[in-house]
């Protein structure tokens, strides 16, 4: 993350947050789009599920005022930059780069974590798919939150994905 960069506030139009990202990315605009990762359950199964922890909001980091009044209101997506009511000049939302870069590390957006607790080498139990209930030993922890695990059926080990939720660890 660039922390010589001033970082800014965009709201985006409805369903145009992609085109809007691909479009500041085009004019060489970095963004960030804070998620977070929650187990959801459907149909009484868990999986992972990401969401925006900002509807509809971007932050967007620029070099200069020229970028930000020219570049950034006129992309394709973007409907305006929040600015602060506060101020009687109605000046835009800023945040600093070393504050930006404080609240990427604290919400985890550049590390890759691992599942919680399950690390290459663990028995787990599969709790979900084709094999759900029998042993199996991690493998691989992948990205996306996701696991090879091996379960042993017919005497050989059989591997394939899963993910995180569809496992439990064997106490």
């Known amino acids: 993350m660039d922390e010589s960069r001033t970082w800014h506030l965009v709201r985006t139009a409805p369903s145009m947050m992609g ?3 691909d479009t500041l990315k085009e004019q060489g605009i970095p963004t960030v789009v ?4 929650a187990v959801g359950h459907r149909e009484g199964r868990p999986y992972l599920r990401r969401a925006q922890m900002f509807h509809r909001t971007v932050f967007v980091g620029v070099e200069g005022a020229a970028d930000l009044d020219g570049k950034v209101p006129t992309a394709r997506g973007v409907t305006r930059v929040l600015r602060n009511p506060t101020r009687a000049d109605m000046a835009p939302m800023t945040i600093s780069g ?3 870069a404080a609240f990427v590390a604290a919400i985890g957006i550049t590390e890759k974590r691992k599942p919680a607790g399950i690390a290459a080498g663990d028995r787990v139990v599969v709790q979900a798919g084709p094999f759900a209930s029998f042993p199996a030993m ?8 996701r696991l090879k695990v091996a379960v042993q ?3 050989r080990a059989t591997p394939f ?3 995180h939720a569809d496992v439990r660890p064997i106490d």
């Open 98 to 100: 070393p504050d930006m």
């Open 34 to 37: 804070p998620r977070t990762v």
């Open 138 to 145: 991690v493998e691989e922890v992948l990205p996306n939150e």
């Open 161 to 163: 994905e899963c993910g």
């Open 153 to 155: 059926i017919f005497g």
């Open 19 to 21: 085109r809007a990202l």
